[in-house]
């Protein structure tokens, strides 16, 4: 659909957002395609218990605990912060995910930071069995394969693509299936420079950008300005934004047109990524620090 507010209609441009967090109740948005071609490779092995990794207001966390029982997998969710075992109905997304049948492994930070050697692999195998591995955000090959398959012929009128960006594997899709006249912006909803090279992991193509002024601070910061910023383009356009991903990417949008950095008369694609289920923790934690709520 075309966006209907001021600030893009005055703007000479056509801009358009592809909504594809309505594939899904729960597993909505890129959440549904990273993990299509991986629930598929698990039933392919025969693995009963998937097995991943986030923290705790994770749309990843919940997506996986929904997959999960959708497709008769035991779900098994480690978690990022031993403090939040006592928490969990406290916490609107561990709390879903619980409901959806997914076990929780709390551990402390410094432990999380080595989820991915060896030795913790092994100990979690001898806890809990022979499992499926989904790396924490849902990124690998199998996961890039299935975001190549949110772009469609359609897309093609389209000059330039522009996208959340958490792990990585969504824009890697994206610029895999790109065509060759197209620009791929990213948004990063993380700082540092570490993205760049995890997306060349996945793909060969150049035909991509990072831009990197809009993550307010860093993963799940939000400040008052951005949240009225959420809350009037949802009033204007009938379009929720979640505030760690699509509500900083179309912040940036915004600003970028006011620069002129898009030459006039572009049609720009914004690919709607989801993470719709965050927001009530969200305004949770908004609400201890006496910010605005997300409408």
Known sequence: MSLTGSVF???????????????????????LSKLKYNILEA????????????GAYSNHIAAVAVAGKENGFKTIGVIRGEELHSKINENPTLLFS?????????????????KTTDCFLENLKKEFGDFYLIPEGGTNILAVKGCEEILEKE?????????????????????????????????????????????SKFTTKTNWELITDYHFGGYAKVNAELIDFINQFKKQNNIPLD?????KM?????????????PKG?????????????????????????LPLIQ
């Not at 912040?251 to 006011?258: A, E």
């Open 9 to 31: 209609l005055d703007s000479g441009y056509q801009v358009c957002v592809k909504k594809t967090y309505l594939n899904h109740t729960f597993i909505s948005g890129n959440k």
């Open 155 to 199: 897309d093609e009128v389209y000059d330039y693509i522009c996208c959340p960006v958490g792990t990585g594997g969504t824009i890697s899709g994206i610029i895999n299936a790109s065509f060759a006249h197209q620009k791929i912006l990213g948004f990063p909803a993380l700082k540092g420079d570490f993205l760049q090279e995890e997306i």
């Open 43 to 54: 039933k392919n092995l025969k693995k009963t218990t998937l097995v991943t990794f986030g």
């Open 250 to 262: 179309l912040f940036g949008i915004r600003d970028l047109i006011s620069k002129g950095f898009f």
């Open 98 to 114: 619980q409901e959806s049948g997914m076990q929780f492994k709390f551990i402390t930070r410094e432990e999380y930071r080595n």
């Open 243 to 247: 505030p760690v991903y699509t509500g």
């Open 266 to 290: 572009s049609k720009i694609l914004i690919i709607h990524t989801g993470g719709l289920q965050g927001i009530p923790g969200m305004n949770t934690v908004l609400k201890k620090k006496n």
